[in-house]
């Protein structure tokens, strides 16, 4: 089992590298956008779209990662007082009522909405923007895919602390510095 978690986990890190350069490109097309206004009194629709795929590609992408590393967001008032095996089962049950019923709704309608777009040749709205809509919205439907497969390594993760599992590690998040 620990073999097929680190198997995930390497997925997963190969997506959140992949948030991570989106994010530099988002940063590069950003100063580009900025210098181009600012400096030379010209702007382009693509870019300033572009803007805002390349954020929506950080957000969805990074959401397995933030996952994986146990990263998201939580309300810890009581969490953090319990013992290892209850926040397991909490993190199972959570898992299993939340993300995978969601997840598993936003694929579904996710890439029938892609698959609209691209069947009706989606383009922006605006003149000079971008073509290919249709690859932004699958990238909706493709980052809760790699949301499941995080998922899946959380659950087996939670699942060895649970019934005492004693090759899995455990990411503890308690000494890092914010």
């Known amino acids: 089992m620990n073999k097929i978690i680190k198997i995930l986990d390497k997925f997963i890190d190969l997506i959140g590298g992949i948030a991570a350069i989106a994010m530099v490109l988002m ?5 580009y956008d900025v210098v181009m206004r600012y400096f030379f009194k010209n702007s382009s629709i693509g870019m300033q779209e572009m803007e805002w ?18 990263g998201h967001v939580r309300v810890d008032m009581f969490y953090e007082r319990m013992n290892p095996k209850k926040q397991a089962l909490i993190n199972m049950i959570g898992a299993f009522v939340f993300i995978v019923p969601f997840a598993l709704i936003i694929i579904n309608s996710g890439y029938a909405f892609a698959l609209d777009a691209l069947e009706l040749n989606e383009i922006s709205g605006d003149p000079g923007g971008l073509t290919n809509r249709w690859i932004i919205k699958g990238a909706i439907a493709t980052s809760f895919v ?17 019934f005492d599992s004693q090759d899995i590690e455990r990411h503890d998040h308690k000494e890092e510095v914010l």
């Open 146 to 162: 790699f949301l499941l497969i995080s998922t899946v390594a959380f659950v087996l993760k939670n699942g060895a602390v649970l």
């Open 27 to 31: 940063l590069l097309n950003v100063f």
């Open 53 to 70: 795929h390349l954020f929506a590609v950080v957000f969805l992408f990074g959401m397995a990662y933030a996952l994986k590393e146990d």
